[in-house]
């Protein structure tokens, strides 16, 4: 695991793009892992950026969004595709057949987690997974607790991730949809190489418990310090507990 500290957020942000790009050079198929989120807004605007001024090409890339709250799809004012097309989809020239995010809205939630594991097999797995971290050390939305599941499935979330997201709700958390559809945590550590993005002192705590920490799945992110090949990408805030 390599840890890297920056001065501010954007820096942080920056950072991960570099390396994304840098990945997307030289392996134009690129399969990657996106999350939602405040925190990677910055790193999509530096991705958008890129493709603008000519230094990245998304044709040939493949994504698989991390998770969806259940319930919401495309055109949900506050969906997880909704964020997705807003930042980044609509700005590059990745196909749309090739941008994939969990269906909410499935008749049958079952098939759709189904179907959305049997995509990332016949495209190989994960390349490379960009990943936020939740306050309670969530990654997706693989919630801690005594056990975590290997591959997509559905979430109940918990209040304090509700409440994380109210900003997509107008501030009302209580708007934010109960359960969620989440790519599995065995997925995600299958990933050949992952980024871990966090910044803000209110991520300080959690990034040292799962940083330095005991692995466990009460703090779903310290089971990436047993992967072989994580880039963690922190602003001083953030890094402060360490």
């Known amino acids: 695991m390599h840890i890297s500290t920056y001065s501010t957020a954007d820096r942080a942000a920056r950072a991960s793009a570099t390396r994304v790009l840098e990945c997307l050079r030289t392996h134009p198929s690129l399969v990657l892992g996106l999350p939602t989120g405040l925190t990677p807004v910055p790193l999509y605007r530096a991705l958008v950026r890129a493709h603008q001024l000519g230094r990245a090409d998304?044709?040939?890339?493949?994504?698989?969004?991390?998770?969806?709250?259940?319930?919401?799809?495309?055109?949900?004012?506050?969906?997880?595709?909704?964020?997705?097309?807003?930042?980044?989809?609509?700005?590059?020239?990745?196909?749309?057949?090739?941008?994939?995010?969990?269906?909410?809205?499935?008749?049958?939630?079952?098939?759709?987690?189904?179907?959305?594991?049997?995509?990332?097999?016949?495209?190989?797995?994960?390349?490379?997974?960009i990943l936020g971290i939740g306050r309670n050390g969530h990654l997706g939305f693989n919630e801690p607790g005594p056990t975590l599941a290997a591959r997509t499935h559905r979430v109940r979330l918990r209040t304090a991730t509700r409440r994380a997201n109210a900003g997509l709700f107008e501030g009302d958390w209580r708007r934010v949809p109960t359960h969620a559809l989440s790519m599995g945590i065995g997925t995600i550590l299958g990933a050949r190489e992952i980024i871990l993005l966090a910044t803000g002192q209110t991520k300080a705590r959690i990034v040292a418990r799962a940083l330095h920490g005991p692995i466990t799945t009460r703090v779903p992110a310290s089971l990436l310090q047993a992967h072989p090949n994580v880039a963690v990408c922190l602003d001083r805030d953030a890094a402060s507990a360490l």
């Open 58 to 129: 998304f044709s040939q890339a493949t994504t698989f969004n991390l998770d969806e709250f259940l319930g919401l799809g495309r055109g949900d004012a506050g969906s997880y595709r909704t964020f997705m097309d807003t930042h980044l989809f609509a700005h590059v020239n990745l196909p749309p057949r090739r941008a994939h995010v969990l269906d909410g809205r499935a008749k049958d939630w079952r098939a759709e987690v189904k179907a959305y594991d049997a995509r990332i097999q016949r495209v190989g797995g994960l390349d490379l997974v």
